[in-house]
């Protein structure tokens, strides 16, 4: 069965559409003696005889009978298929998922995404919104086309391409004291109430790191009260929970409006990766939407505090 190919196929259809292989041959431009041997090699691997031979017409047997609408189904869903990948090559059709947080989700790629649909309109975009490690999962398993987040894991399956750099500070009330400064020192936080990001977020591992990294003792597991997503923090914080800490692309999304940030002295920043399985390709939807991803990080007015590599 393995030398039957979609030419055996298309040969039987029309021989078997015409009820001639002089008429079938003509229509499909090549001889009579081709087409015949087409469909004889067609029977032999098939080891049942399709067509019924008279001088004056050629009809189905019981078995081309059964095999017609096969053979009808198999060129279509073939043809179908060529004519998606060629419409996926050319951008017409196809589906582009990109997975990051919400901070990149809500602050740099809307513009992007409504300006990439105008170009495309046939390409359904999908944006998973998820954590550090839930970027990474999703580029693993196929189900984003590619991430924009941190490394969280450095997986030696992934790849990371540094775009931007965010540098951590302090998320307030617009009343607090420390508003009136450019910039806060740690040691000015170790008498005051967190509020954080639970132990198991992205932002708040890497907090963590960098503080360690720089013999910074500000123990963060003593805050008050822990939030799973920055929403619930921006609310928190907003109600006089306590101040919080995070990154400044995080801090200026829309939950934090009305809120005050003031980075750091110490200067600790988050690296933002576009993050890519290794040895996977990118289909030309994809390729084009992360390049104007990057043209756009490159290109853009960045939020105070966040900077291009």
């Not at 050319?90 to 809307?110: E, I």
């Not at 990371?160 to 004291?177: A, C, N, W």
């Not at 990154?247 to 933002?272: D, K, Q, Y």
Request: proline content about 4%.
């Amino acid at each position: 069965m393995n030398n039957l190919a979609y030419r055996h196929l298309l040969a039987f259809i029309q021989v078997a559409e015409h009820g001639s292989f002089t008429h079938a041959a003509e229509f499909m431009h090549v001889t009579q003696s081709t087409l015949t041997a087409t469909i004889k090699q067609l029977e032999s691997q098939v080891g049942i005889q399709l067509f019924d031979r008279t001088t004056r017409r050629v009809s189905l047997t019981e078995a081309g009978e059964r095999f017609l609408p096969v053979a009808l189904q198999l060129v279509s869903d073939f043809d179908t298929a060529i004519e998606d990948l060629q419409a996926s090559s050319q951008q017409q059709r196809g589906h582009v998922a990109v997975a990051g947080s919400s901070s990149m989700l809500t602050q740099l790629l809307p513009a992007i995404i409504c300006r990439y649909r105008e170009d495309y309109p046939k390409i359904n975009v999908t944006l998973i919104e998820t954590g550090a490690s839930g970027i990474e999962e999703a580029v693993l398993s196929n189900r984003a086309s590619f991430g924009i987040g941190g490394n969280h894991s450095n997986s030696p399956d992934l790849t990371y391409q540094p775009i931007l750099r965010d540098r951590y500070g302090v998320v307030m009330r617009e009343d607090d004291p420390l508003c009136a400064q450019k910039e806060v020192d740690w040691t000015q936080l170790q008498a005051r109430r967190l509020a954080m990001l639970s132990q198991d977020n992205g932002i708040r591992l890497q907090l963590e790191w960098l503080l360690a990294s720089n013999d910074i003792p500000l123990l963060l597991d003593s805050a008050v009260i822990e939030a799973n997503t920055p929403t619930t923090l921006a609310s928190l914080v907003r109600h006089g929970a306590g101040l919080t800490l995070l990154p400044a692309l995080a801090a200026t999304t829309p939950a934090f409006v009305g809120l005050v940030f003031r980075p750091l002295s110490a200067h600790l920043e988050r690296e933002l990766n576009v993050i890519l399985r290794r040895g996977r390709s990118l289909s030309p939807a994809g390729e084009e939407l992360l390049i104007r991803c990057q043209t756009h990080c490159r290109t853009t007015t960045l939020p105070n505090h966040v900077a291009r590599i």
